[in-house]
């Protein structure tokens, strides 16, 4: 199995910044994409950004230019330093990971349990 665990959430100022750090540990033998998504209360959980094993890092319209996300591959880890933070960027952040786990096998998508972020104005 697989587990996602995050860290550096908090409660901060608008205008402030957070980074977020995940590391993915198990029975992994590769990872392919890992990254980001956020929920906020009464809303869908939606992408924030996710980053593949090689090229370019896809984020979402509302944090481009505020976040970016990058990967220490060698540690299986991945963070999203956020910057220029706003209120509405109020949400659960949840770690997500395709990890293969079997020879032969595919990418299984894994998910942490999530780190709460609060933007007060």
């Known amino acids: 199995q697989v587990q996602l665990v995050e860290s550096g959430g908090g409660l901060v100022q608008a205008g402030g910044s957070l980074r977020l750090s995940c590391a993915a540990s198990?029975?992994?033998?590769?990872?392919?994409?890992m990254g980001w998504y956020r929920q906020a209360p009464g809303k869908q959980r939606e992408l924030v950004a996710i980053?593949?094993?090689?090229?370019?890092?896809d984020y979402s319209d509302s944090v481009k230019g505020r976040f970016t996300a990058s990967r220490e591959n060698t540690k299986n880890t991945v963070h999203l330093q956020m910057n220029s933070l706003k209120p509405e960027d109020t949400a659960v952040y949840y770690c997500t990971a395709g990890a293969q786990t079997t020879w032969g096998g595919g990418h299984d998508t894994y998910w942490g349990q999530g780190t709460q972020v609060t933007v007060s104005s």
């Open positions: 980053t593949p094993g090689s090229g370019r890092t």
């Open positions: 198990g029975s992994i033998l590769s990872i392919d994409t």
